[in-house]
């Protein structure tokens, strides 16, 4: 079984300029997520995904960051413009059940970003 | 917060010891699930223990789950330096899961 697919794994910017970060989650997963992980701190959750609604974007930027999950499989994460605080890693993760089961979350390896 | 924090936040052990870190959390919880992070790469889920569980095994993984204290303990025994890695408990109820800062754990061959 394939697991979760993100690229880019790195991508160094500078700011004010855009990025985007595309996930493929793991076939038949309804729920995807975006965490931001910041050196030496645990992912923090920016969006997640019901097939291709969205379920909770509370915590997302929405001045900078945007993201979509067409069809309710492949998803993208953008800023822009990026500032140097968003220098993180993006995990995205997919999960079999629908949103509130609390079930197992598969991570992809990550696109690391650098803002200079 | 649902938050847990795990602690202690570094632990620096010898191969073939046992390692154990603590997570404590402030709301009540469906379940508490515990994650691997190698350097550079992502997480890998361990173990998902209920609400009504007190204890579960696997492999070399023990957890603990105390609903009264709100804590629970992860213990890793006869470390491997492949074990070297981060260690999350992560939250959930009804929402989505809610990751601590994680305990950084080296195990020295």
């Not at chain 2, 959930?92 to 601590?100: E, Q």
Request: one cysteine or more; aromatic letters at 8%.
């Amino acid at each position: 079984e394939a697991g979760v697919a993100q690229s880019p794994r790195y991508k160094i910017i500078e700011k004010r300029q855009s990025v985007a970060f595309w996930c493929n989650p793991i076939s038949g997963h309804a729920t995807l997520y975006w965490y931001q992980q910041i050196l030496g701190q645990g992912p923090k959750l920016l969006i997640q995904f019901q097939n291709n609604g969205v379920v909770d974007d509370s915590q997302l930027p929405k001045d900078r960051f945007s993201a979509e999950r067409l069809k309710g499989v492949d998803s993208t994460l953008k800023i822009q413009p990026a500032k140097l605080e968003d220098s993180a890693v993006y995990l995205c993760a997919s999960s079999l059940g629908t949103s509130g089961s609390n079930g197992e979350l598969f991570f992809g390896e990550g696109s690391r970003l650098t803002v200079l | 917060s649902q938050q847990g924090e795990e602690d202690p936040q570094a632990l620096s052990i010898q191969e073939g010891e046992n390692a154990t870190m603590n997570c404590s959390y402030k709301t009540s919880i469906n379940n508490l699930q515990w994650y691997r992070q190698n350097s550079g790469r992502g997480l890998v889920h361990l173990i998902l223990i209920r609400s009504n569980e007190r204890e579960k095994h696997s492999g070399r993984l023990r957890v603990t789950l105390d609903t009264s204290k709100k804590s629970s303990s992860l213990l890793i025994t006869a470390s491997r330096a492949a074990d070297t890695a981060s260690y999350f408990c992560a939250t959930a109820r009804n929402t989505p899961l809610v990751f601590g800062k994680g305990t950084r754990l080296s195990v020295i061959a």
